[in-house]
C-alpha cells in the first residue's frame, strides 16, 4: 500500500485511453492536485484548456476489461481562495420561452474559499448575496476511467465510465465503484467545486482548484454497468443520459443488480424494497447527458437482514 | 372557522369542475375519509371505481380563479389494517429491453397497517420482507383542485392543478398551496399511501384507505402556476409533465418565481442562490405525468436575510 | 344515409362528455362550419373563446365504449379570406438558449386565403415572403371524441381521443378511426388551418373558419388504442404524448397492432415490415401533448399479398 | 482532381482523430470499400470487430478546424449477396410493457440482395415475406469526421460530427455537409444498409457490405453545427441528440442558421418560411443518440426568390 505523491503535468479534456501519468498496485493512495473547469491552478495560473481539464490518467497495474475499479476519496480540499460562477441558470432547467429579467450584467460571479472557516462567500457582482459567509461543501465534478472500445468522451459529459456527474455525493468519505474498461483502468478526476446545489443548474459549482487524496484498489472480476458509490449512509446507483428519464432507468436498473448479486435479494425482494425504500438524486443537469442517482439506504438494508455477500 | 365532518357519499376519477360535496368557508377545516385507490373503504367495501377515486370537491367561499387555495394537511391516518402493492417496479423506471426473472407470480402484495405500532409489514407473498415490520409514513397521492377552462383530468395523472403527484412530502404537516382556476376551486383529496419509496416506482404506495383532517384557507388574489408547498423545513414546488427534464423546469421557474414575489428576491439573487442551494426531489414516475419538486431549505432562505413578505 | 345541415351555436374548448349538439345514424353525413382557433367565424365575429373551440359534439347513435368512429373527411374549405399566423417558431423546437434577432415586431402575421385561386398569400408584415401566393392546403387541426372515464381534456392537447394532433394528414379525403369511449362517441372538429408545415412549429397553421363535410360512421365491437387513418397511399397510426419518443412509442405498438389485427400478419411479420418500410410525420410539436405518425404505405401490403381481413 | 482506388486494412470503431488511412486533395474522389456492421466484408470474411467498423480516415489536405468538408456520394452499391437484420422492433419504440408473442425465435434474419435485379429478398426465417423481392435502396448509416477537442466517438452513436445517424437521405446522389473539427477533417464511413425503414426501428438496415464511390471537397472559412445534407428536392439539416424533441431543437436551429447564412433569410423570414413548409424526418432511434432531420423544399425558396449565396 503505497503512497504516492503526484504532480499533473499534462492535463486531458477527454476520458479515453491516454498515455498513463502514473503506474500504481491496487490499494495504493495518491495525493494530487486538480485544476478548474477552465483549466487553472492553485495559484490561478493558467495550466490547461477546457472544458474540465482532468488529471489522470492513473494506470492501476493487473486491472482489465471486466473488473471494477474502487476509489476511495479520502480529502478534497480547495488550494486556493478563488472560485467562480456563472450568475443565472442554464435555459434547460427553465420553461421554454423564460426570459430572465435581470438588473445587472454577470459574466462570471466571484467567491472567496475559506478553508480553515468552512465558508464560501460571493465578492462580486453586489447583492444581498455579497458578503455572506456560505458553507462549504468540496466535491469532485468528474471522476471517472478510460471508456470502453476506445472511445474518448469529452470531460463535458458523462457516460457508464462516469465523466461528468457534478454529483454532489461524490465528495470527501466516499467510496466510488467504475466500470473497467481498458488496461489499466486509467483513472481521472478534476472539476473541483466548493459549493454546489443539485443539478449544477447554473453550470458551476463554485469552481475551484483542488489538493486531492484519495486510494484506488480494484475487485478483480467484477462487472458492474454504471458507476456506483457507497458512503456511511446510502448505497447509490449512477444512470448518465438524456432524457432524466433515461438516467433514472439505468440507475434503478444498475441498483436491481447490485442488490441482486451483492446483496443476495431475488428479483421480486430488489422490486419490492425499491417500491418501499429508494430515493432518488439529481445529478448534472447541465450537460449532454443528465445523472440520475438511484439511492437506498443501508440501515433498510441491515434491518432487513440483507448483507453484503462480501461482508 | 368551523369544523365540518364530512361522509362522502360519491367519488370522482377526475378532478374537474363536479358538483361540490361540502361547501365551507375559508379557514374551516375538516375531517373526512378516503377510499384507496381501487375504490375500497375502510371495511374494505368497494364504494367507488377506478383510477383513484376523489373525495370531494370542496367548495370555498369566495374562491374564484387567480387566487389561491391553501391546504393545511393536519392528519392522514389509515383507517383499516390491510394494504396492497403490485410487486414490481413499472417497466418505464427499467432499461428498455429489461426482463424481470420473478421466481414467483404475484398480482398483488398484501400489507398489514398497524397505526398504533407505526408499522407497515408484507404479509404476502412470501419472501424475506414477509412480517418484517416497515415504518408508517402516511401520505396523500392525490391533492388537487378542478383544473382551467373546465378540464376534467384523469386522477390516474397530474398537472397545474395538481392531481395524482404522489410526492412523499404531502403528509401530515405540509401546506400546500394550489391554483384557483373554477369558482369556490373545487378540492379534492383521495389516494392514500401508508409507505412509498420516491417516484412510486412500483405504482403503489401501499395503497390503504385513510381519515384525513385539513384546513382550507384562502389568499384571495394572488396566482401562482404550479401546486407549491411547505413544512418546517423546506420551500417546495411542483412540476408534472413528461420527461422529467420539463417537469425541472416548471417546478424550477415556479421556485424563481416564488423566490423573486413572496421573498422579496431580484433574478439574479433568486439564480444565483438556487445555484447554490437548490434540491430536487422525485415524485411520481408512474402516471402520464411525473413529478418533481424543487426544493429550497428554509433556514438558507432566514441566514441570508431573506423573509417571506408577508411574514 | 341521411345528410345534416348543422349549424353551431355553442363551442366547447375541451372534448368531453359535453351535450350532444347533433344525434345521427351511423353513416350519415354532415355540413357544418369550424370558427377559428380564436373563435372567430367566417363573418370574422367572435363566437367562442380560447383554445381552439370546437363544433359539436356529434352523438352518432349505437356508438358505445369499445367501438370505433369512422370520420370519412369530404370536404374542408375555407369560409373567408383572413387568416393569421404568429411569426416566430416556439422556443421549444429551438435549442435552448436560441436567441431570436428579429428586426422587427410581429403579434400576429395576416394571410389572403383565396379559395378559387387556390392561394394563402402573407398580407403582414412586410417582408420578402409578403405578397407571394403559397399552396392552400385546408387541413383540420383537431378532430376527436370524448375521452374515457369522463375526462374532459383541452383542445389545446392530445391523447388517446385525438385532439389537438395537427397533422397535415388530417385533410379531404382521409378516412380517420377513433377510438370510442363514451356513449355516442361525441364527435368533435375544429381548429381549421389553411397550410401548414409539420409540427405546427410556429404554433399556427395559417388560422382561419372552415366549412367542413364529413360522414361517420360506426365499426361495432371494434376496438382501438390510438386514433388511426388512412388514404389511398398510406395507413396512419397516431401517437400523442411527450416527449416525441413517447408518441413514436405508441404509434408503432399501434401500428403493429392493426398490421395484426387487421392485416392478419404475425407479430413477427408486422416486425419485420416495419424494420423495412415504416416511415414517420411529425404532427403538432407546440403542444403538452407532441404527435407522431406512424405511416405504412397500403402498395407494400398490397404487394406483399396483405389485405384488410374485411377487404 | 485526382481519382483514388483505396483498399481499407484499418478500421475503426469510433470516430476520432486516428492516423490517416489515405491523403487527398479538396475535390478528388475515391473508389473504396465499407464492410458491414459486424465486419465482414464483400466475401463474408471478418475483417473488422464491432460495432460498424469504419472506413477511413481520409485526411483532406488544407481542412482545419471551422471549415466545412462536402460530402458528394456518387455509389453506394452492395458488393456481396447477403444481407442481414434482426426480426424485431427495438424495445425502445414500442410502449412500456409491450410483450412481444412471437411464434419462432430468430436470432439473424437473412436476405438475398441481388443488385442487377435491384431487390432484396429475405431468405430465412420462413415466413410470408419469404422469398419476395423488396425494392434495393443502399445508403450509408454511418458518416462523419473526427470530433472536436480530440473526442473518439462510437460509431454506435452520433453528435455535431456525423457518425451513426441511419438516415435515409444519405444515399447515391446526396451532397453531405460537415463541420470540420480537426485537421484534414478526417472523413469516415461505413454501416451499409440495402432497404431500411426510417429510423432503423430493428436496429439494422440489411445490413451488406459495400463499393463506394464519392468525392471530398472543402469550403474554407465556413463553419456549420451540425451536418447538413442536400439534394435535388430538399435541404437537410441533422440533430443529434436524445430525446427526439432535442435532435429537432439542434436540427430546427441549424436549418434557420443555414436559411440566413446562405439563402440570405431575415431570421423573421425563416421562422416565418419554416412555419409553413418545414419537413422531418426520422434518423436513427436506435442508438444512444436519436437523429432528426428538419427539410425544406429548394423549389419552395427557389419559387420565392431566394437563391444561395454563392449559386
Given at each position: ?50 472544458p ?25 480540499v480547495?488550494?486556493r481562495?478563488?472560485g ?10 427553465l ?13 462570471l ?15 462580486e ?53 467504475l ?14 467545486h466548493a ?38 449512509t ?39 424494497l ?9 445529478g ?17 438494508l ?10
Amino acid at each position: 500500500m503505497a503512497h504516492h505523491e503526484f504532480s499533473p503535468t499534462t492535463y486531458y479534456n477527454t476520458m479515453g485511453t491516454h498515455p498513463p501519468a502514473l503506474h500504481i498496485e491496487p490499494g495504493d493512495s495518491v495525493s494530487t492536485t486538480a485544476v478548474d473547469a477552465r483549466g487553472f491552478d492553485h495559484e490561478n495560473v493558467e495550466r490547461a484548456g477546457r472544458p474540465n481539464p482532468q488529471t489522470g490518467p492513473i494506470y492501476v497495474n493487473g486491472a482489465e476489461a471486466g473488473d471494477t475499479l474502487v476509489l476511495q476519496l479520502h480529502a478534497v480540499v480547495p488550494n486556493r481562495r478563488m472560485g467562480w460562477t456563472t450568475g443565472r441558470l442554464a435555459p434547460n432547467v427553465l420553461d421554454f420561452g423564460y426570459e430572465a429579467n435581470f438588473s445587472d450584467e454577470v459574466e462570471l460571479a466571484w467567491w472567496d474559499v475559506d478553508v480553515e472557516a468552512g465558508t464560501v462567500t460571493l465578492t462580486e457582482p453586489q447583492n444581498r448575496l455579497t458578503g455572506q459567509p456560505l458553507p462549504l461543501k468540496p466535491m469532485l465534478g468528474t471522476v471517472g476511467v478510460a471508456p470502453d472500445i476506445g472511445e474518448a468522451i469529452s470531460t463535458m459529459t458523462s457516460a457508464a465510465h462516469g465523466g461528468n456527474m457534478d454529483y454532489i455525493g461524490i465528495k470527501p468519505g466516499v467510496t466510488v465503484y467504475l466500470p473497467v474498461f481498458a488496461d489499466g483502468g486509467l483513472f481521472f478526476l478534476g472539476d473541483g467545486h466548493a459549493l454546489q446545489g443539485d443539478g449544477e443548474m447554473d453550470g458551476t459549482g463554485v469552481e475551484i482548484s483542488m489538493d486531492v487524496r484519495f486510494s484506488l484498489d480494484l475487485i478483480k472480476g467484477k462487472t458492474i454497468g454504471w458507476p456506483r458509490a457507497e458512503d456511511d449512509t446510502y448505497l447509490m446507483a449512477c444512470g448518465n443520459h438524456r432524457p432524466l428519464d433515461q438516467a433514472v432507468q439505468h440507475a434503478t436498473t444498475e441498483m436491481v443488480s447490485w442488490l441482486e448479486t451483492d446483496y443476495g435479494l431475488t428479483t421480486r425482494e430488489a422490486h419490492m424494497l425499491l417500491g418501499r425504500f429508494v430515493e432518488y438524486d439529481v445529478g448534472n443537469m447541465f450537460d449532454p447527458a443528465y445523472t440520475m442517482v438511484c439511492k437506498v439506504k443501508k440501515a433498510v438494508l441491515a434491518e432487513l437482514g440483507f448483507a453484503p455477500s462480501d461482508g
